[in-house]
């Protein structure tokens, strides 16, 4: 069961990793190239569409990855497994705290409606975005290394 665990544990992990290493390096690159608008419509859609289905997957990955560190406590790795999921509760502490309050304003904005400031507040958010993808990077190496 503690291998089923793991293995769903990992996937998960892995993949929002994967997804939020997308939206940093490809995403927005593509969304900052778009003509007129498009971009900024782009990233309100995306924080609309990532913002209701997040909050879960960061969650859920720390869950996840908690009920690890506990069935295994007394097998090699539980270690990393419990530094994996202090870095991804503090993930989520950073997203509640510096990201999560400009993409609830981003995705509410148009081009009628947005603020002057709209691209220093996308800019600030992809400077924390840059920071918590490495915060999940580092987790995710840590769960897999607890693997071995």
Do not use: C
Not at 47 to 53: I, P, S
Not at 59 to 81: E, K, M, Y
């Amino acid at each position: 069961m503690l291998n089923a665990l793991e293995v769903v544990t990992i996937v998960v992990v892995g993949v929002m990793v994967g997804v939020e290493f997308s939206v940093l390096f490809v995403m927005n690159r593509i969304l900052d190239a778009l003509p007129g608008d498009s971009g900024q419509l782009g990233h309100a859609h995306g924080g609309r569409m990532l913002g209701a289905v997040m909050p879960f997957w960061y969650t859920g990955s720390f869950i996840l990855s908690a009920i690890w560190a506990i069935a295994g406590w007394h097998h090699d790795g539980a270690r990393l497994v419990v530094v994996a999921a202090g870095l991804l509760i503090l993930s989520v502490v950073m997203s509640m705290l510096l990201l999560v309050p400009i993409n609830n304003r981003n995705k509410t904005w148009t081009p009628e409606t947005r603020p002057e400031d709209w691209k220093e507040q996308l800019r600030r958010w992809e400077r924390y975005h840059y920071v918590r993808v490495a915060v999940i990077i580092a987790a995710f190496a840590l769960l897999a290394a607890a693997l071995t």
